[in-house]
């Protein structure tokens, strides 16, 4: 229902000086200057870490949540990777896993994968049903639980832990990630599930339990991207986060919302009604945090990408920040997250609809809140705490507001070797956290931590929150509650606003929000409640109270305005006209509420203003250019957004893409929208342009790639691609990939038209040649982003004379690339060549001058061409100065078994070139004739007789390997070697000696930098590259032999550095003590703290103390090829870069 002007009028009336602009004469408490306010020097306070479970084991916790009883509700994963698979343990199903697009996609790809009875699937699953088989069935075995602890004397460690809530395993249920006690409920994200549930019978067990919404994690993924995070807002409604395993819900009231490559943050009401996805585009935020002024924060998690950072989010409604999951599994190809700066702070060259960062942050963050105000003690207020895991790391930090944003300051350790994972406060004040108990491994062991300041609990303030939280709200009176609004503590004003809407107590709502000399926040409170009571009663129009609100969009106090506006953007109804003039705003705070609350009422007059706000912008403005563009798309036109193509302001006609595209954002996409974006892919300014082809590519997943009718955004894009201006490969390389995906002769036409371009780049020429060249059989992974494309498995080969005028054309280019990769696309597309042809291709096979890799394609094309006289061409490349060369001419032998052992044996009696050696060795495997095996059995006895592994030894083993199940004598050499080796010593690298010497450096460097399942650069630096959890890498080779480095990769756990050795004291008073040890003797033990000071405690004082003797660093030995472990071994030894003398690692152990 819309309020009738004239009835909305009459209402403001009520109010005198409502229809009144009123300038600011009193100065808000909260800063929001255009800059930030200068720093404060931190008052540092000094913490202590108390085991609070004591010795209550705690399995496996992940998330954790305090009642104002101070119980805590905690959350235990048994599934992760057992149950809730990591798809870096399967990455065979990769094409599969990033196509799906529901839960049921997930379900059927389990129980097709997974069969019954497929004898395969123990390499996925373990039998943990014990039936003796290996089947989907087996993900069915383990639950997720939800404890309640607590301490039940009150003598300040916890005593007593039951189940509170467990039976959620279901082959597609996840872990539990996420626990939120609020008002008697308890929340659960147990993906693909958020549960609600109560004890009504006191009996600390759960009995009833609702599903309020479901639909999240489609995909295997990663594991630990799962749903958590779960808080309460200000406006009462509950949030969560989910990692980028995906969000596919049908909502309540039957709207879809569809991101099923995406993380994001959701919020519904408290009984899941009014779902939605409030931001998306993330990649794993774990925990969630509101300011005192109802901002969102998150820390989200990196992908692993060689100088990539985790990154601290403002998460404003309708942000994109930028992350699919198809992103993760790029490898060496393009990859639009990195190649487009996506993951960085705000940068010229990122593309505008993204919301970047604010700051960069720690590894691995995890649990992540804010200082509700009274907790641990004054030093720490308007903090936020931040937890790594599992390196161990605690941070805090402030967010400090900039403009329409915020800037980090005064970040600070605050603690280390403790790997917590959850966090909250409890009602006394201090900061509780869960702990792993060991790491990534399950081991059923864990503890519950508290962090405070040494008597801060015995503060006035915080007993006094302590009680008032632990009485409730229910039975004061309105006048109490109403002076509650303006407590110290964020709950306490939480739970008095929450009581008054409880009560419909409009009345004292309305007074307090409209006294302009009460306590702000307590205006503010009164503001958030308003909103709920209007929003509970949809039947009526609550017309007072909407006026009210439209009255405070004129406050002199220009937060109440900007909360007026946030409250207002989720009303039901309310006439925009009214939000209008904060578009003009002085402050920028207001002007970026007042636009995303006219995203979400339409309002046509308010368009010449919406532009005039994108025309007053800088490029860096992305809170407000996100704001102008919401506002935008919700009230403007399609056609008008068209029109501002022909603005003369290339950021306005950006800003008009933006709202297209978020026009276009729809279940199954907005025609209209993507007609209407084609008009700006030929502006002549490369951010419009390439904005457009971004939002027209992306908006191709939202529709059914076998429709032609559907085909119009990439038909827009591919049509400007052979004369248009643009150079950068974001644009390009879409255009080029829409053309491949029409999969017409006239879209290969444009895109051989664009590989003849000489004014363009090489790279982007190359890319259009292996478009061509891939035109037959599409790749079942998109060539741009990676994402699961729906297209026939087979089309029609190219028959287009513009397309063999073009190759011909490329073939006589002067680069040698382009050359390569012409000969290459023509003898794909089965290309005929003459005889002429084929003669030019023997000689350029041999011709010494020419590029190696021309050449290599003119021997493969004689080869496909069946050319009469390859054998003499074979015979002359044998001959070659170039290995890569003569490795392929013997690899074209393999038809001649006789022609091909011959030319191994000269290989291996003359070849100074190691890849060539190792090559011939493995073709010695492939031959499967007597003289081979012979051939074969004398070199491994040869290698196998040398006191050091030499550098073909893989090679050998893998060549005799393949050969032993046909011949027994090179299976008992095997046998023998293998045992002669495993009793000749207990070194963990006894087996693994094969691995020490050969590998390939670069290759090496690739499995460092970008490997899916090992990722080194994650843990490692190598200089400033990568994190800190694990050591600098730098000068490695300087201090470690490669037995060594053999063992660290193989042995993770055998040789830990003493700066990695962290130990934990827990005294019997019941405090933590944590550092590095230094020295210990029979009277104290002395480690070394965060700040590096020593810390000296007495023996007789520690109750037990933990040293870390398991390296966090994985077994990657699990993971990688014995090729790839060489290869990993011979990159580590070339890092000799001499450290500083002060930094320097001794060699020895």
């Known amino acids: 229902m819309r309020i009738p002007p004239c009835l909305f009028v009459c209402c403001l009336l009520l109010f005198p000086g409502a229809l009144f602009a009123q300038q600011e004469t009193t100065p808000a408490p909260r800063p929001s200057a255009q800059k930030a306010p200068a720093a404060k020097t931190p008052v540092r306070e000094e913490l202590e870490f108390t085991r609070w479970s004591g010795s209550v084991n705690i399995p496996d916790p992940v998330a954790i949540s305090l009642d104002n009883q101070g119980r805590a509700y905690v959350t235990q994963t048994q599934r992760r990777k057992s149950q809730d698979l990591d798809i870096r343990g399967h990455r065979q199903w990769i094409p599969s896993d990033v196509g799906f697009r529901s839960v049921e996609d997930k379900r059927n790809?389990?129980?097709?994968?997974?069969?019954?009875?497929?004898?395969?699937?123990?390499?996925?699953?373990?039998?943990?049903?014990?039936?003796?088989?290996?089947?989907?069935?087996?993900?069915?075995?383990?639950?997720?639980?939800?404890?309640?602890?607590?301490?039940?004397?009150?003598?300040?460690?916890?005593?007593?832990?039951?189940?509170?809530?467990?039976?959620?395993?279901?082959?597609?249920?996840?872990?539990?990630?996420?626990?939120?006690?609020?008002?008697?409920?308890?929340?659960?994200?147990?993906?693909?599930?958020?549960?609600?549930?109560?004890?009504?019978?006191?009996?600390?067990?759960?009995?009833?339990?609702?599903?309020?919404?479901?639909?999240?994690?489609?995909?295997?993924?990663?594991?630990?991207?799962?749903?958590?995070?779960?808080?309460?807002?200000?406006?009462?409604?509950?949030?969560?986060?989910?990692?980028?395993?995906?969000?596919?819900?049908?909502?309540?009231?039957g709207r879809r919302f569809a991101y099923p490559n995406q993380g994001g943050v959701m919020r519904c009401n408290s009984d899941g009604s009014d779902f939605e996805v409030f931001a998306h585009g993330l990649r794993n935020v774990q925990e969630l945090a509101f300011n005192e002024y109802g901002d969102l924060f998150g820390v989200d998690n990196d992908s692993d990408q060689s100088g990539e950072r985790e990154r601290v989010v403002f998460i404003a409604r309708g942000m994109d920040a930028g992350w699919r999951c198809n992103y993760q599994y790029r490898g060496k190809d393009y990859n639009p997250w990195m190649a487009e700066g996506l993951w960085e702070r705000w940068s010229a060259r990122q593309p505008a609809y993204i919301t970047p960062p604010l700051a960069y942050s720690l590894n691995g963050p995890a649990g992540f809140t804010y200082n509700p105000g009274t907790a641990?003690?004054?030093?720490?207020?308007?903090?936020?705490?931040?937890?790594?895991?599992?390196?161990?790391?605690?941070?805090?930090?402030?967010?400090?507001?900039?403009?329409?944003?915020?800037?980090?300051?005064?970040?600070?350790?605050?603690?280390?070797?403790?790997?917590?994972?959850?966090?909250?406060?409890?009602?006394d004040g201090g900061l509780?956290?869960?702990?792993?108990?060991?790491?990534?491994?399950?081991?059923?062991?864990?503890?519950?931590?508290?962090?405070?300041?040494?008597?801060?609990?015995?503060?006035?303030?915080?007993?006094?929150?302590?009680?008032?939280?632990?009485?409730?709200?229910?039975?004061?009176?309105?006048?109490?509650?109403?002076?509650?609004?303006?407590?110290?503590?964020q709950r306490v004003r939480l739970g008095a606003q929450f009581e008054l809407v409880q009560r419909q107590a409009a009345t004292t709502l309305q007074q307090v929000a409209q006294k302009a000399d009460a306590d702000l926040l307590a205006r503010i409170h009164a503001i958030w409640g308003v909103g709920q009571l209007i929003r509970q009663d949809r039947s009526s129009p609550q017309l007072e109270l909407v006026a009210l609100l439209a009255q405070l969009l004129q406050d002199p106090q220009s937060e109440i305005r900007a909360q007026a506006a946030r409250t207002i953007s989720d009303l039901p109804h309310f006439e925009g006209q009214l939000l209008t003039p904060l578009l003009a705003d002085a402050e920028p705070r207001v002007r970026f509420q007042a636009g995303l609350a006219l995203a979400r009422h339409a309002t046509p007059s308010a368009v010449p203003a919406l532009v005039k706000l994108a025309e007053s912008l800088q490029p860096s403005d992305n809170y407000l250019r996100l704001a102008a563009a919401q506002g935008l798309a919700g009230s403007a036109s399609t056609a008008e957004l068209a029109d501002l193509?022909?603005?003369?302001?290339?950021?306005?006609?950006?800003?008009?893409?933006?709202?297209?595209?978020?026009?276009?954002?729809?279940?199954?996409?907005?025609?209209?929208?993507?007609?209407?974006?084609?008009?700006?892919?030929?502006?002549?300014?490369?951010?419009?342009?390439?904005?457009?082809?971004?939002?027209?590519?992306?908006?191709?997943?939202?529709?059914?790639?076998t429709d032609d009718a559907a085909l119009l955004g990439a038909a827009e894009l591919a049509a400007v691609l052979p004369a248009t201006p643009q150079s950068g490969e974001a644009f390009v390389r879409r255009a080029i990939s829409a053309a491949y995906l029409l999969g017409d002769v006239k879209s290969a036409d444009r895109v051989a038209a664009y590989a003849q371009r000489t004014d363009v780049p090489i790279a982007l020429r190359l890319d259009a040649l292996d478009a061509l060249r891939q035109w037959p059989q599409p790749p079942l992974l998109d060539r741009v982003d990676g994402r699961r494309r729906r297209l026939a498995e087979k089309r029609q080969r190219i028959h287009s004379p513009a397309v063999k005028a073009a190759l011909i054309d490329l073939l006589a280019s002067t680069d040698a690339k382009l050359q390569a990769a012409a000969l290459k696309t023509s003898r794909d597309l089965g290309m005929q060549f003459t005889d002429k042809d084929l003669v030019e291709l023997a000689q350029l096979v041999a011709a010494p001058k020419a590029a190696v890799e021309l050449r290599l394609e003119a021997l493969d094309t004689l080869r496909s061409q069946k050319y009469s006289r390859l054998a003499e061409v074979?015979?002359?490349?044998?001959?070659?100065?170039?290995?890569?060369?003569?490795?392929?001419?013997?690899?074209?032998?393999?038809?001649?078994?006789?022609?091909?052992?011959?030319?191994?044996?000269?290989?291996?009696?003359?070849?100074?070139?190691?890849?060539?050696?190792?090559?011939?060795?493995?073709?010695?495997?492939?031959?499967?004739?007597?003289?081979?095996?012979?051939?074969?059995?004398?070199?491994?006895?040869?290698?196998?007789?040398?006191?050091?592994?030499?550098?073909?030894?893989?090679?050998?083993?893998?060549?005799?390997?393949?050969?032993?199940?046909?011949?027994?004598?090179?299976?008992?050499?095997?046998?023998?070697?293998?045992?002669?080796?495993?009793?000749?010593?207990?070194?963990?690298?006894?087996?693994?000696t094969q691995c020490l010497t050969g590998g390939d450096a670069t290759e090496g460097k690739e499995t460092f930098m970008n490997h899916i399942t090992t990722q080194c650069i994650r843990c490692h630096q190598v200089g400033k590259t990568g994190s800190t959890v694990g050591p600098n890498l730098e000068s490695i080779a300087l201090q470690r032999d490669g037995a060594h480095l053999l063992r660290s990769i193989v042995a993770p756990s055998?040789?830990?550095?003493?700066?990695?050795?962290?130990?934990?004291?827990?005294?019997?008073?019941?405090?933590?003590?944590?550092?590095?040890?230094?020295?210990?003797?029979?009277?104290?033990?002395?480690?070394?703290?965060?700040?590096?000071?020593?810390?000296?405690?007495?023996?007789?004082?520690?109750?037990?103390?933990?040293?870390?003797?398991?390296?966090?660093?994985?077994?990657?030995?699990?993971?990688?090829?014995?090729?790839?472990?060489?290869?990993l071994v011979a990159y580590l030894q070339t890092l000799k870069k001499p450290l500083p003398a002060e930094t320097a690692q001794p060699a020895s152990k």
């Open 1054 to 1127: 055998a040789d830990i550095e003493p700066k990695y050795q962290s130990q934990t004291l827990l005294l019997l008073s019941g405090r933590v003590v944590q550092g590095l040890l230094l020295r210990k003797d029979d009277k104290v033990t002395v480690l070394a703290d965060n700040q590096g000071k020593e810390v000296v405690v007495p023996n007789d004082q520690i109750d037990e103390s933990l040293a870390r003797k398991i390296s966090i660093m994985p077994e990657i030995a699990k993971v990688l090829t014995p090729r790839e472990i060489r290869n």
């Open 645 to 705: 193509s022909r603005h003369a302001a290339p950021l306005v006609r950006t800003i008009a893409v933006l709202a297209l595209r978020q026009q276009d954002d729809q279940a199954g996409g907005n025609p209209a929208a993507a007609a209407a974006l084609g008009r700006f892919v030929s502006d002549e300014n490369v951010q419009p342009a390439t904005e457009a082809a971004l939002a027209l590519y992306e908006g191709l997943d939202r529709r059914d790639l």
């Open 109 to 253: 790809f389990y129980h097709q994968e997974l069969a019954i009875g497929n004898a395969s699937n123990k390499s996925h699953v373990e039998d943990l049903n014990k039936d003796g088989v290996h089947d989907y069935r087996d993900l069915m075995v383990l639950s997720e639980r939800i404890w309640l602890v607590e301490d039940a004397d009150g003598n300040g460690t916890a005593d007593r832990s039951q189940i509170y809530a467990e039976d959620f395993r279901t082959e597609v249920t996840g872990i539990a990630a996420g626990v939120l006690w609020h008002n008697g409920d308890v929340y659960a994200t147990i993906a693909p599930d958020v549960w609600r549930m109560r004890d009504t019978t006191g009996d600390g067990k759960a009995n009833q339990r609702e599903i309020m919404a479901t639909g999240f994690g489609l995909h295997i993924a990663y594991a630990g991207h799962d749903m958590h995070g779960l808080t309460v807002g200000p406006d009462g409604k509950i949030y969560w986060s989910v990692g980028d395993k995906g969000i596919s819900v049908v909502s309540r009231e």
């Open 432 to 489: 509780y956290g869960v702990d792993w108990g060991g790491g990534y491994p399950l081991n059923q062991k864990g503890a519950i931590w508290k962090i405070d300041v040494p008597g801060g609990a015995d503060s006035t303030l915080r007993q006094e929150t302590r009680e008032l939280l632990a009485a409730g709200f229910a039975h004061r009176e309105t006048n109490q509650l109403q002076e509650l609004l303006s407590h110290a503590d």
């Open 376 to 427: 641990l003690g004054p030093g720490y207020r308007n903090y936020f705490f931040l937890t790594g895991a599992p390196g161990g790391e605690q941070r805090a930090f402030q967010l400090l507001p900039r403009g329409a944003t915020f800037e980090q300051a005064n970040e600070h350790e605050i603690g280390s070797s403790v790997p917590l994972v959850g966090i909250n406060f409890g009602p």
């Open 874 to 992: 074979i015979t002359g490349a044998l001959q070659s100065t170039a290995p890569v060369l003569r490795m392929r001419a013997l690899e074209l032998l393999k038809s001649d078994p006789a022609a091909a052992l011959a030319a191994i044996e000269q290989v291996l009696a003359r070849s100074k070139d190691l890849r060539e050696r190792q090559h011939a060795v493995l073709m010695l495997g492939d031959l499967a004739t007597a003289r081979a095996d012979a051939v074969l059995a004398a070199q491994f006895q040869e290698m196998a007789g040398q006191p050091a592994p030499a550098a073909t030894a893989l090679e050998l083993m893998e060549s005799v390997s393949a050969r032993a199940e046909q011949n027994v004598d090179l299976a008992r050499l095997l046998t023998e070697y293998n045992d002669q080796r495993a009793s000749a010593s207990d070194d963990p690298i006894a087996l693994w």
